[in-house]
């Protein structure tokens, strides 16, 4: 078995180049928002390619827009863009031909993300039950501390 010792104020990065993002839904409260607020919700949150996407089969629309929704939030957390003023559409969830699912940045997104130096962001999405949750790696280019969006300015 494999230890390290680890030091005690957890300040380290999570690997060099690179951060996580993760975050979990509540596929029955995305149902509620979808009927309560119909259209309005859905094209505020989600591109066309990813409502096109959720509608595709019999009853899995709220599971799949709940996974999307986690896979967006994870992207905000690992790009710590909280307090970055950015739309929810401008990170996208693709799905590929061969099952798995992609991220996009567009707009302000993209461009903050290639200032940091982003050269790749990974998504692992699951949704069981009542819950969808989604993980995120973004890796960057140089090893060191990439920058926070608001030291780009």
Not at 10 to 23: A, H, K, Q, T
Not at 53 to 74: D, N, P, S, W
């Amino acid at each position: 078995m494999y230890s390290q010792d680890l030091p005690s104020d957890r300040s380290f990065p999570l690997s060099p180049g690179g951060r996580l993002g993760y975050d979990l839904v509540q596929i029955s409260r995305i149902e509620e928002s979808i009927s309560h607020f119909g259209d309005s919700f859905k094209q505020r949150f989600f591109t066309i390619g990813e409502l096109n996407y959720a509608h595709l089969g019999e009853g899995m629309c709220a599971q799949r827009l709940a996974a999307r929704f986690a896979a967006k939030e994870a992207v905000i957390k690992a790009l710590k863009l909280s307090e970055a003023g950015i739309g929810w559409r401008e990170i996208e969830v693709r799905k590929l031909h061969d099952g798995d699912c992609e991220i996009v940045l567009h707009g302000r997104v993209a461009q903050l993300a290639r200032a940091m130096g982003v050269t790749q962001v990974l998504v692992s999405m699951s949704h069981d039950g009542d819950y969808a949750g989604a993980m995120v790696s973004v890796v960057f280019a140089q090893a060191d501390n990439p920058p926070e969006f608001d030291s780009l300015s």
